[in-house]
């Protein structure tokens, strides 16, 4: 309940009211604690389950680790989509398909994805303010 807590970024309370409402599966062991398990983790994350954004900035570690859980495996005879969910951020993998089948990554499996990147996508938001073009002073249209 912790781990999973920890994951869908909420409190053990709130993960034991949805299993108690039956939003999110989980069981008792013999010695009676509940858990939840990583499938029945990896089907709520992947549905249209969100967190609330965050007004505050959080703090990442430089090397851009992001633990999740993987939510999705797509294979073919060379190439493996894997997805994983790592709180509010959906993050894909593509690899080589002995890769995943040595890592034995499958939907409830807890991963971590280290992120290193030459590539950065800039976009602009839906409204913004025209920009001055360097050296005229005036904004583009």
């Given at each position: 309940m912790g781990q999973a807590a920890e994951l869908l970024g909420v409190s053990v309370d709130t993960v034991r009211r949805w299993a108690?409402?039956?939003?999110?599966?989980?069981?008792?062991?013999?010695?009676?604690?509940?858990?939840?398990?990583g499938v029945s983790l990896a089907e709520f994350m992947s549905g249209h389950w969100h967190l609330p954004e965050h007004d505050e900035v959080i703090a990442q570690s430089a090397r851009n680790r992001f633990q999740g859980i993987v939510t999705r495996v797509i294979k073919d005879d060379i190439v493996a989509k894997v997805e994983l969910q790592a709180g509010p951020y959906r993050v894909v993998s593509l690899m080589t398909r002995e890769a995943a089948d040595e890592l034995q990554l499958a939907p409830g499996v807890m991963a971590v994805a280290a992120v290193k990147s030459t590539n950065v996508v800039v976009e602009l938001p839906p409204t913004h303010e025209p920009v001055a073009e360097p050296g005229r002073g005036e904004p583009r249209s």
């Open positions: 108690d409402a039956g939003r999110l599966g989980a069981r008792r062991t013999e010695g009676g604690q509940r858990v939840v398990e």
